[in-house]
Nanobody
Framework: QVLLVDSGGGLVQAGGSLRLSCAPA???????VAWYRQAPGKQRDWVAS???????DYANSVKGRFTVSRDDSKNTAWMQMNSLKPEDTAVYSC?????????????????WGQGTQVIVDS
């Protein structure tokens, strides 16, 4: 069962924009959400986070260009990526802990999306 789906990647020219989405499977809600990225041949790096109450934090490399947000009524988190650079090319994945509002006690920790490819062409 796929518990978390991230989407929205694609091919974009340098300076362009993309918006990534992250949503859990039906019946689950998300705690704090973090975005990571992994470029070819490199380690996975943290990019940005948003807490349950909407506080955000960003890696220095994306600060001022990327914006994370969430709408719990839509059970979705987003990362708006502007002024994209070729060095932003990577597979982006969201990460969270899931819980069930309908069934207290159901909690799934350390859940990753499948990843979405972002390619920024110079």
């Amino acid at each position: 069962q796929v518990l978390l789906v991230d989407s929205g990647g694609g091919l974009v020219q340098a300076g362009g924009s993309l918006r990534l989405s992250c949503a859990p499977a039906s019946g689950y809600s998300m705690h704090a959400v973090a975005w990571y990225r992994q470029a070819p041949g490199k380690q996975r790096d943290w990019v940005a986070s948003i807490t349950d109450d909407g506080s955000t934090d960003y890696a220095n490399s994306v600060k001022g260009r990327f914006t994370v947000s969430r709408d719990d009524s839509k059970n979705t988190a987003w990362m708006q990526m502007n002024s994209l650079k070729p060095e932003d090319t990577a597979v982006y994945s969201c990460h969270t802990d899931l819980y069930s509002k309908d069934f207290p006690g159901i909690h799934v920790s350390d859940v990753w999306g499948q990843g979405t490819q972002v390619i920024v062409d110079s």
